[in-house]
């Protein structure tokens, strides 16, 4: 399995991020998505072992990790400002 | 992934040990009708899902004896008399390595047995054993796959939804549909679609939002005291939170799935409504006829009965000429006697007859008690004629009694007559009016018949008493869609205004809030969750949608290759196969499809779908067919076969359509030529009797399944 559907998503992804920052005029940064959507991707991806069934405790922990990551990497970027 | 082997001992037809190889690209089995084509395909789906294609519908396996009857036929002695038979299938498989490292292939080893135990001449299932097994990349060894593992490696190897269309037989391929109901057609599309994927991360990515929410709520309520009013507004947003996307993302899109079923199914209803409405009028109309025809019949009998009646007696009446003339006769006899009779009345006072009879026989008057003196006597001679006028009187009013009764009997037969005559003439008449008006009815019974049968033949018709259940379905569907619509509406007149509340929420809430970086740093945080829930939003709704135009795109370039001439564009739209008439861009109807035509369209649509999957996936599933070609023209089935290699990694087809074609030396060099180009492999089975003798290539030299048995003749592989 290539994964080549998930490049697919995370290209998309990106272009659509950019252009609803564009349309909101956010000053926010683009790192910080890739970074969201290369952790989801991950996340997904783990899923396919199980033929992708979830459960509200896996979508949970996933939630917990995104938002700590993604707090964590804002944190970083505001640090280096 | 690729088939490298099938094996199979004691499977059906197949007695002894067979065992084909595969390579990459097309590989072909040849094999006659009633050699066991069906049996490899029937064979891989036992192993895998349990489930066998049998007579038009997927069985479970356990419920078909899989042994061959070679066993059953005293003949085959040795094999008779053995005790236990055990059936078995082997499939090997390079997979990707999902116990491991997903990204790498392995070999997989399915193997499958049945045990039989011997109940007098039948062979009784006893068990089932699957074993599955992969070789170890690191080790080389073989790992035996756990029980409890077994089911979710299957589905995870051979996803259900996209194995119902890789591996089909031909005769039975019923899981696309042309027209509504497409269900299996749209489980491919979320097996194999982005929009699934998008789904689960806005799953994740809004409940981040919400737990995002709620620290910060928790964060300004430590901050600083609230007045009541302000964390009833703080309580409300966190409800609103929830209750918004569960609105937005499952209440709703599963009522608007619920309304699109509805109206897929008053659609269908509709579609055989309407096909059968003219029918079931026509037929309303013949049975109105038959009842009037009938009707008529009666009458025309009543009528000829009465006639009947009148009939006989008129030739009755005929028949009593000679008695209206003896009335006569006794008339006139009569009318002479009462001329005789002397007008001159005698008054018929008291003394009576009796009384007159009296004085006769005591020879005295009782009036004047006078003694009569003998019978010289005038007195005496004076009662005698007196006795005589009673007579007279008594004869006269016999004979004017007769004399009326007669002539009556006589004016009676002589007037019932001419109205008999009359009546017979009428009922002629009329009877000749039913019969015009029936034969009226009859030749427009014939055409509204002749009309009835053409409807039948031409479309989906039904009887009226199926009409009037479909017609009460559909009412019943309607009312509930109508229900459904109603509760949707005011749904989303609730979303409306709970995003309204929200709205209003935030500014008050805003108003209240103090600023400090935790809280700053939550609300960036949740601006880019926002943008990030809303993008994958957006892009879950374009996906099915893209899928679905890339699908139209691969459909229509397939069916140009598969289909000589085509001249129809295929398009899907909302999850169902719609077509088209290439020069007109009208919408055709598939009934004026022919099957070669259905079939390719059916194919065109699956193989763009399994060419997708292996794109998009990045699982490739070889294609495995069962008389893919059964109803195709040799220019298609050559077509066909040129070409269905380019878009899989392996392409594995049961076909008899090459057999014929094959008696040309030139021809069969050709296909195996093509076979071996791509990597693939080229077999030809025969049907063997016990003592090995061919039993003929065709079906039309068949020998029952305990006579003989399919053997492989010819296997050449790159």
């Known amino acids: 399995m290539k994964g080549t559907i998930f490049e697919e998503i995370q290209d998309e992804l990106s272009k659509k991020v950019n252009s609803l920052v564009n349309e909101r005029d956010y000053n926010l940064n683009q790192d910080v998505f890739d970074l969201a959507s290369d952790v989801l991707i991950k996340q997904i991806k783990s899923l396919r072992k199980d033929n992708f069934e979830e459960n509200d405790t896996d979508i949970n922990k996933d939630a917990n990790e995104i938002l700590r990551t993604i707090d964590q990497e804002i944190n970083r970027l505001n640090e280096t400002k | 992934m690729k088939l490298n082997k099938l094996k199979l001992k004691n499977y059906s037809c197949f007695l002894d040990a067979v065992e084909l190889n595969f390579g990459k690209g097309l590989n072909i089995v040849n094999a006659g009708n009633g050699y066991g084509k069906s049996k490899f395909l029937d064979s891989i789906n036992w192993v895998i899902s349990n489930q066998i294609f049998h007579g038009d519908v997927w069985k479970n396996a356990d419920e078909l004896d899989l042994y061959p009857l070679w066993y059953t036929n005293p003949e085959n002695k040795q094999y008779y008399e053995e005790k236990e038979v055990i059936t078995e299938v082997t499939l090997e498989f390079t997979a990707p390595d999902i116990d491991n490292n997903i990204e790498k292939n392995t070999v997989w080893f ?12 039948k062979l ?18 073989q790992v035996i796959l756990g029980k409890h593992r077994e089911f979710d490696v299957i589905e995870t190897l051979f996803p259900k939804a996209l194995r119902k269309f890789m591996w089909f037989q031909g005769e039975a391929f019923k899981e696309i549909s042309l027209s509504h109901d497409n269900k299996e057609f749209n489980k491919v599309l979320d097996t194999i679609s982005h929009y699934p994927i998008y789904g689960k991360m806005v799953k994740r990515a809004s409940k981040a939002i919400i737990k995002k929410e709620n620290a910060l709520t928790k964060l300004r309520r430590e901050q600083r005291g609230l007045s009541k009013e302000q964390s009833e507004n703080l309580y409300e947003k966190d409800r609103l939170l929830i209750k918004i996307p569960e609105l937005e993302n499952k209440i709703i899109p599963d009522l608007q799935c619920d309304i699109d079923d509805h109206e ?6 509709e579609d055989f409504l309407k096909n059968s409405v003219e ?14 025809i009938r009707h008529i019949n009666q009458s025309i009998e009543e009528y000829e009965i009465s006639k009947v009646n009148m009939l006989i007696k008129r030739w009755a009446i005929a028949g009593s000429k000679s008695h209206i003339e003896s009335f006569q006769k ?18 018929l006072h008291i003394p009576g007859p009796e009384m007159v009879q009296d004085m006769i026989d005591d020879m005295k008057c009782h009036i004047c008690d006078r003694e009569i003196p003998d019978e010289d ?9 007196r006795l005589e006028v009673f007579k007279e ?13 007669f002539k009556r009997m006589k004016s009676n037969a002589l007037s019932t007559h001419s109205e008999i005559e009359e009546s017979i003439k009428n009922h002629k008449k009329k009877i000749q009016e039913k019969i015009r008006k029936r034969n009226k009815l009859n030749s427009e019974k014939d055409v509204l018949q002749d009309k009835l049968k053409g409807l039948s033949s031409s479309s989906n018709t039904t009887t009226g008493e199926n009409y009037d259940l479909y017609f009460n379905k559909k009412q019943d569907k309607e009312k509930n869609l109508r229900n459904l619509k109603l509760r949707l509406g005011s749904l989303k007149n609730n979303l409306i205004n709970y995003k309204n509340n929200l709205k209003e929420l935030n500014e008050k809430i805003r108003s209240f809030q103090t600023d400090n970086n935790d809280i700053n740093l939550g609300e960036e945080s949740l601006k880019y969750f926002e943008v990030l829930v809303d993008s994958l939003k957006k892009l879950e709704l374009d996906a099915k949608e893209n899928l679905e135009n890339e699908i139209t795109h691969k459909s229509n370039s397939l069916f140009n290759i598969y289909y000589d001439n085509p001249g129809i564009n295929i398009k899907i739209k909302n999850g169902n196969v719609k077509l088209f008439d290439k020069s007109t861009d009208d919408e055709i109807d598939i009934r004026n499809l022919n099957k070669s035509q259905k079939e390719m369209i059916k194919f065109s649509v699956i193989n763009s779908l399994l060419k997708l999957s292996n794109e998009k996936l990045g699982n490739s599933l070889p294609l495995i067919a069962d008389a893919p070609t059964s109803s195709s023209e040799w220019t298609n089935t050559k077509y066909f076969t040129e070409n269905v290699g380019d878009n899989f990694d392996q392409v594995i087809l049961f076909s008899k359509d090459y057999i014929e074609q094959c008696e040309d030396p030139n021809v069969k060099t050709q296909l195996i030529n093509l076979c071996l180009k791509q990597g693939g492999s080229w077999h030809w089975t025969q049907k063997v009797d016990k003592n090995g003798n061919s039993v003929g290539r065709k079906f039309d030299n068949p020998k029952s399944d305990s006579e003989s048995k399919t053997v492989i003749t010819e296997s050449i592989l790159k």
């Open chain 2, 393 to 405: 009187g008594k004869k006269e009013r016999w004979l004017r009694k007769n004399f009326d009764i």
């Open chain 2, 124 to 141: 009784i299932r006893n068990r089932d054993e699957l074993t599955i097994k992969y070789i170890n990349n690191e080790t080389g060894e």
């Open chain 2, 330 to 347: 006794k008339i006139d006899y009569i009318q002479n006697e009462l001329n005789k009779i002397d007008n001159t009345k005698i008054p």
């Open chain 2, 264 to 269: 897929n199914k008053i659609a269908d209803y």
């Open chain 2, 279 to 292: 029918y079931v009028k026509i037929d309303r109309e013949i049975k109105q006829k038959e009842s009037d």
């Open chain 2, 110 to 121: 399915f193997t499958k047995k049945r045990y039989h135990k011997r109940e007098g001449t």
């Open chain 2, 377 to 385: 006597h005038e007195s005496y001679h004076a009662l005698l004629k």
